[in-house]
């Protein structure tokens, strides 16, 4: 691998057409493949983990109108963007691998099917420029493992020295363009023995998801300790409780009633939002549900909060143009000794002509709190009861708060990026 070409986006290649193509999604026009027959199949090219290699550039030093474009109120770089675009590289990843050998693309299409994790290490500058790499790791079926990071460069086009600012994971699914079926994509052709661990890395990156579905809270009841902490959280706050479960009273100032950290947002979608599939971009999803959780988090701590990391989600919905999507965050656990906190933010899809309501899928974002006089309060597992029907809190909002505790505690993946792979493989 230490031998392979280096593509960026300022070369004219498959992967500039791949980017063009994934880019597109915020462009105005629809974007064109080949147009084979439909009984056509190309056929299927073995591909390396170096083949796939992607990267990009985010020059905020040298480009002021870009800079302009990304930073917040507090002169910091806004995170919302760079997930959005994360999510239109792992987009060209996913196509460079898909093309043959003289980059012609199959009739494929991807779509996010997953997040697995994407962790902030280090704050982005906006007086430094970056790269944004990524490539196969793994290769299913139809599915595609694509780990990106981005790093501090000194000059665009030569290679990242410094640790790498964000780590994250992308899982694509292909489907065929004309049938919208699963479509079967490249397999890996693995080279030296760096490939091979890599693999083996992404393999068991996949058992330990697989393992975390299985033990899903949503999926199994809560064990004896669980119930405990479900027992014990409800003898310590419900003295906060008024006796009649009709209003709330007073709290320490370092408790907040679960309910009341509830902060809502609804948008119309709009074409300028599209991916290559006509629906809504998922970078752009993830955009506005780490700003409204940012928002949230603020707000429970009246200060700034620092994002640390997204826990893995997955797309189950499409949303379609001209929706009216209606994200909802509620911060669901707090640990006040380590000053960290989890924002949840649904994602709803209002179908007002059918009256109906559907979830696309829910985000978890971690926050810290910094040093200073804003330590985050205590989430009240025993929300405020309900003051028109005077009743207790239902149970979903306890497993909420055992499902975010059990992701607050879980064992992380195994990580690439601290394996001595990652530099044999340029990244």
Known sequence: ?????RSSTNTPSCLARALTIWASCSASTTPTWPTPRRTEKKPLVLKKISDSFTE?????KDNRALREEYINFYGEIR????LEDLDRLAGAVAYKHASDQQGELAPIVFVTASVDRIDLKQRLSPNKNYRLAGMVTYVGFSSLEIYIQVQPVTEPGMPAEAEPNLVARFTMVGRDKYTGKSSQVNPLLLGDESERRLVKISEQIKEHKKTIAQTNLYKRPPSEEETMVIHNQWMETNKFASSGYGTHV???????WLDKTVMESVTVCFPSERNVHNKIFGGYLMRLAHELSFANGAVFTHSRPSYVSLDDFSFQKPVNIGSILKLTSQVV???PENKTFQVAVSADVIDNLQNKTERTNTFYFNFHCPNGPCAPRRASLVQGHDEVLGRPPSCPDRQDYLAAADRHAREP???ISSSAELENNSL
């Open 413 to 415: 993946a195994p990580s």
């Open 56 to 60: 990009t550039f985010l020059r905020f």
């Open 250 to 256: 007073n709290l320490p100032t370092d408790m907040v």
């Open 1 to 5: 691998m230490t031998n392979r070409k």
């Open 333 to 335: 656990y707090s640990e």
């Open 79 to 82: 995170l919302g963007k760079v």
